[in-house]
C-alpha cells in the first residue's frame, strides 16, 4: 500500500524564476529540447530579491512539495546586487522554517545564469528527484493549519 | 557614548526612583532645557495609563513616568510624534528599555526620527499583565510599589516577557536612571549619550557619584535572568517544533491578528495578512478542503504566524505585548523571543542597539557572515561562487 502511494505520488513544485538569468536558462533548456521534470511550475520574477517570504510560506502552506528559489550568479545580478539580499532573505526564511520544526530541506535557492541550460535541466531533475524521495509535504494532509 | 569610565549624578526622593524621575521631568522643563515630556498618566477612571504630550506644568505634576503597566507600546507613541521627521519641539521620552529598543529598531526603519526627543530610559523592574491590572488596578499597584522600593527587578506579578527580560536596564537611550541595589531613595542619572550629558550639564546635575557596584549589581541579575531566559525560551521551542507542536500551540488562535497591530514593529500601513491578496478564492478553498478531507477556519493560523516571525523576529525585543494582547492565551512573545533569539545570532545582530547598523536584510557581505553561509553554501554549489 505504502509503495503504491509512493510511486503515484506526483510531487508539486513551485519555482521563483529569476527573469533575466534562470527564466532564460529554462527557455534556453526547453529550445535544446533537454528533458526536464514537469513538476516545477515556474513563476516568473524580475528578481529573486522579489521572492517575499510571505510568498514562499504562502506557496508551502496551500500544499507545494517543493519550493525552488533560482537567481543569477553572485555578481551577475541584473540590478547590481539583487541576488545579494536574496541570500540573506533565503537563509533567514531557511532558520526560521528550520527552528520551527517545517522540513526545510523543501526549500531550495539556487544560482543558473541565462547560458546554463543544461545546469537548469539538471538542477530541477535533482531536485525534483529530492522532493520525490521525500514525499508528499505534511501540509497536505493536515485540515487544521 | 564613553565606555572607559561612566561618570553620573546622584538624586534623592523620599519616594525613591518615581519621585527621582518626576522631579527630574519638571526640572528639565522649568530650567527649558526640553519643551516638553512624553511620558504615562494615570487615565481619570484609575484603572490604566495613557501616554501623554505634556508642557503644562500642572500636567506633569500628575505624570507617572514609572506606571506599572504598558497598555502601548512607547515606541508607538513616539512613531504617531516623529513618523514625518522631526518635530519642532524638544521632546523628553521617559521609556522602558524595551519600548526605547523598539524605538531603535523603528528609527532604523524610518519610522521614527530622534533628531529632537531625549530618551530617558530606568532600571525596570518589570510591568504588571495588562488584564490582572483592569481586574484589580488596588492589588496591582500595590504589589509594583513593593517591586519598586525593593530596588530590584520583580519576580511575581509581571509580564511573563518581563521574567525572562535581561536588557532591563541601560540601553542606548540619552539619560538612563539606574536604582537597582542603590541606597534607598536614592538613585544615579548617568548620561549614555553626549546628548544626554549636555542636557544634564545644561540642568546643572552634579557627575560625581561612582556607579562600579550598580554596574556589578546589573551584571550579577542579567546573568541570571539570561540563564532563566535560555531555558525557558529552549523548552518553548521544544514544545512548538515540528507540524503537530505548531498547530497546537496555535490552535487557540481565533485570527484577531491583535499580536500584530500591538507589535511596535510590524508598522506596514496594511499587511499582507489583512489584505485582500492573502484571501484565497472559496473554490480554492473547497478543493483543498477536498483533498484534505476536512477544513479548520479560520484558516492559516501557523501560516500568519510563521510570516510574521519571518518578518519581524529580527527586530524583535520581547517587550512581550503579544501575549498581553492576545485574547486567548497564547504564549505569543515567549514563541518570537525564542525565534528571536535563533534568528538575530545568526546574522550578528542585536535589536535595540544604536550603533549605526542597519537591519540586516537591508544589507550584505559579499562573503557572508559565518552562520548565513553555513546556511546558503547549499544553495551555492560545490564551486561556491561567492567571492
Known amino acids: ?104 530541506e523543501r526549500l531550495q535557492l539556487t544560482w543558473i545564469s541565462a547560458s546554463e541550460g543544461n545546469r537548469y535541466a539538471e538542477v530541477v531533475n535533482s531536485f525534483t528527484e529530492k522532493i520525490a524521495k521525500l514525499g508528499p509535504s505534511p501540509i497536505n494532509c493536515r485540515s487544521d493549519l | 557614548m564613553n565606555d572607559t569610565e561612566r561618570s553620573a549624578a546622584r538624586m534623592r526622593s ?71 521627521g522631526k518635530g519642532e519641539s524638544r521632546i523628553l521620552a521617559v521609556m522602558r528599555p524595551c519600548e526605547i529598543r523598539a524605538g531603535i529598531e523603528l528609527m532604523k526603519l524610518n519610522q521614527v526620527h530622534f533628531d529632537n526627543i531625549v530618551l530617558v530610559s530606568y532600571d525596570c523592574p518589570g510591568a504588571v499583565p495588562f488584564q490582572d491590572y483592569v481586574k484589580d488596578p488596588g492589588f496591582s499597584e500595590e504589589s509594583f510599589g513593593k517591586m519598586i522600593a525593593s530596588g530590584r527587578p520583580g519576580e511575581e506579578n509581571i509580564k511573563p516577557a518581563c521574567g525572562i ?27 549614555v549619550s553626549e546628548q544626554g550629558a549636555e542636557l544634564l550639564d545644561a540642568i546643572g546635575l552634579d557627575r560625581d557619584a561612582k556607579i562600579a557596584d550598580w554596574e556589578s549589581e546589573i551584571s550579577s541579575i542579567r546573568d541570571k535572568r539570561t540563564k532563566k531566559r535560555t531555558e525557558t525560551l529552549s523548552a518553548a521551542g521544544e514544545r512548538i517544533k515540528g507540524l503537530d507542536g505548531l498547530i497546537n500551540a496555535f490552535r487557540k488562535c481565533i485570527g484577531c491578528h491583535n499580536c500584530m497591530s500591538v507589535c511596535p514593529i510590524c508598522y506596514c500601513r496594511q499587511c499582507y495578512f489583512d489584505s485582500e491578496v492573502s484571501k484565497k478564492d472559496p473554490d480554492f478553498i473547497f ?40 485574547p486567548t492565551g497564547i504564549p505569543v512573545a515567549e514563541i518570537f523571543s525564542y525565534m528571536a533569539d535563533i534568528t538575530q545570532p545568526t546574522f550578528e545582530y542585536i535589536a535595540g542597539k544604536n550603533n549605526g547598523e542597519p537591519l540586516p536584510l537591508r544589507k550584505f557581505e559579499k562573503k557572508e557572515l559565518p552562520l548565513v553561509h553555513e546556511i546558503v553554501k547549499s544553495a551555492e554549489g560545490e564551486e561556491g561562487s561567492d567571492e
Not at chain 1, 513563476?43 to 517570504?53: A, K, L, N, Q
Not at chain 1, 510568498?55 to 555578481?75: K, M, Q, R, S
Not at chain 2, 479548520?296 to 510570516?307: C, E, I, N, S
Request: net charge neutral; proline share 5%; glycine share 8%.
Open chain 1, 1 to 104: 500500500m505504502d509503495k503504491k502511494v509512493k510511486k503515484e505520488f506526483d510531487p508539486k513544485i513551485v519555482g521563483f524564476l529569476c527573469n533575466w538569468c534562470t527564466y532564460a536558462a529554462a527557455d534556453l533548456a526547453g529550445s535544446s529540447k533537454m528533458e526536464i521534470s514537469p513538476a516545477l511550475s515556474v513563476v516568473r520574477v524580475m528578481c529573486s530579491s522579489r521572492v517575499d517570504h510571505n510568498l514562499v510560506l504562502t506557496t508551502f502552506f496551500n500544499g507545494a512539495d517543493g519550493i525552488l528559489i533560482a537567481g543569477c550568479h553572485p555578481g551577475d545580478c541584473h540590478y547590481g546586487e539583487g541576488n545579494y539580499y536574496a541570500r540573506r532573505r533565503y537563509a533567514l526564511l531557511k532558520k526560521v522554517t528550520e527552528s520551527l520544526g517545517l522540513e526545510s
Open chain 2, 14 to 84: 523620599p519616594e525613591g526612583i518615581r519621585g527621582s524621575l518626576h522631579d527630574f521631568l519638571k526640572i528639565a522643563v522649568d530650567k527649558g532645557a526640553v519643551d516638553s515630556v512624553l511620558a504615562p498618566v494615570k487615565v481619570p477612571a484609575e484603572n490604566s495609563y495613557a501616554w501623554i504630550l505634556m508642557n503644562d506644568p500642572a500636567v506633569i505634576e500628575s505624570a507617572s513616568p514609572v506606571a506599572p503597566v504598558m497598555p502601548v507600546q512607547g515606541a508607538k507613541a513616539l512613531k504617531s510624534l516623529t513618523r514625518k
Open chain 2, 165 to 191: 527580560c535581561t536588557e532591563f536596564s541601560i540601553v542606548d537611550s540619552d539619560i538612563h536612571f539606574g536604582y537597582f541595589g542603590v541606597d534607598e531613595g536614592s538613585a544615579f542619572v548617568i548620561p
Open chain 2, 287 to 326: 478543493e483543498i478542503a477536498e483533498k484534505r478531507g476536512a477544513m479548520a477556519f479560520p484558516r492559516d493560523k501557523v501560516m500568519f504566524h510563521a510570516g510574521r516571525m519571518t518578518h519581524m523576529s529580527l527586530s524583535c525585543v520581547s517587550c512581550g505585548f503579544c501575549t498581553d494582547a492576545c
